[in-house]
């Protein structure tokens, strides 16, 4: 069993508050973006162009993060719609941001008239590395509450200010961060066979909603539709569009 004492918050200076989950999302952040801008050098490609995209991105994936967050959680922000901007209170959706960001970055990208098949293949490498260390802040904090577990991996939360279970639960959260790297060193070892632009991006897409699908099970996020949680819900509809758009890329790669 493994247990957590630390408490939530690790800085406070009047009006700021610094949590782990503050930290590590902003580490993931800045690793994520330095990933994609190497990657970028290497390939050739314009780093003026994935600089200029990368704020839009950003501002992209807080908006949606947070508004796939108010929808999964309407019943309270519907009583009190106020406390939908307060996003120093807490509370988004990782889907949301991969959604809201890759939006964001490809309007973003459209609009200079750069290669946004290539800029999102490297975007998707970063976005994972990111994830994964963001993750690191979720499961110190005990942001996500799990089913119970027997497991010698089995994770508590002893700090009273902690979210997380008093009891040994499944640390999903941890399960999803290795999902993560597994993901990443996956498509950074297949980079150069994943060739047409495009590719990579959405292969992260499937491969990541896939495994996002299955932990999700481990997790008791409310039930929305048919049984599921909202995250399995888009992470059916994001792994069908991937499916879609990389048979896409090989019919026209086939007839080119």
Do not use: C
């Amino acid at each position: 069993m493994i247990a957590f004492t630390l408490d939530p918050v690790m800085l406070r200076l009047g009006p700021l508050v610094l949590t782990w989950h503050g930290l590590f999302t902003a580490l993931g952040v800045a690793a994520g973006s330095w990933l994609a801008l190497r990657i970028a050098r290497q390939r050739g490609l314009s780093e003026d162009a994935v600089l200029a995209i990368l704020p839009w991105g950003l501002l992209g994936g807080i908006l949606g993060a947070r508004l796939l967050h108010v929808l999964d959680n309407w019943q309270f922000y519907v009583s009190e719609p106020w406390r939908i901007p307060l996003v120093n209170e807490g509370g988004i959706a990782l889907f949301g941001a991969i959604i809201g960001g890759s939006l964001a970055g490809y309007i973003a990208g459209r609009r200079l008239g750069a290669d946004t098949g290539s800029i999102a293949d490297l975007s998707a490498l970063g976005l994972l590395l990111g994830q994964a260390i963001g993750r690191v802040g979720d499961l110190i904090n005990g942001e996500h509450l799990s089913k119970a577990a027997s497991l010698p991996w089995g994770t508590m939360y002893l700090h009273a200010d902690s979210p997380g279970s008093r009891i040994p639960v499944h640390p999903a959260v941890g399960y999803e961060m290795v999902w993560d790297l597994v993901v990443l060193g996956a498509l950074f070892a297949l980079r150069n066979r994943l060739a047409i632009p495009g590719m990579t991006y959405w292969s992260y897409l499937l491969l990541y909603s896939t495994g996002r699908f299955l932990i999700s099970f481990l997790r008791l996020d409310p039930i929305q539709v048919l049984g599921l949680q909202m995250s399995q819900t888009v992470a059916l509809l994001a792994a069908y569009v991937a499916v879609f758009a990389l048979l896409r890329l090989v019919r026209q790669k086939a007839g080119a």
